[in-house]
Nanobody, 112 residues
Framework: QVQLVESGGGLVQPGGSLRLSCAAS????????MAWYRQAPGKQRELVAS???????SYADFVKGRFTISRDNAKNTVYLQMNSLKPEDTAVYYC??????WGQGTQVTVSS
């Protein structure tokens, strides 16, 4: 059974940075595509960024140039470095493995 545990969320001022982590267990992590999604109140869950097992990345237009997804296969962990945060980035951020397994989510709030 695949388990994903996110961490690193919190409250940050506009323009600030956060780094989210997602630790995976119960799977051959290195072969899975990993992704970060987010869901704001009253909105649908949306894809933020993804990374393949060999490190190819893809980003939603609304985070390009600000967010960076990366992975450490030795630690079974995927990261999302978020810079220049905006109030509209406020959401629950979810880790996803192989387009089917979900973590419990971590809250990110961008507010002054």
């Amino acid at each position: 059974q695949v388990q994903l545990v996110e961490s690193g969320g919190g409250l940050v001022q506009p323009g600030g940075s956060l780094r989210l982590s997602c630790a995976a267990s119960g799977t051959i992590f290195s072969i899975y595509a990993m992704a970060w999604y987010r869901q704001a109140p009253g909105k649908q869950r949306e894809l933020v960024a993804s990374i393949t097992g060999v490190g190819s990345t893809s980003y939603a237009d609304f985070v390009k140039g600000r967010f960076t997804i990366s992975r450490d296969n030795a630690k079974n962990t995927v990261y999302l470095q978020m810079n220049s945060l905006k109030p509209e980035d406020t959401a629950v951020y979810y880790c996803n493995a192989n387009w089917e397994h979900w973590g419990q989510g971590t809250q990110v709030t961008v507010s002054s």
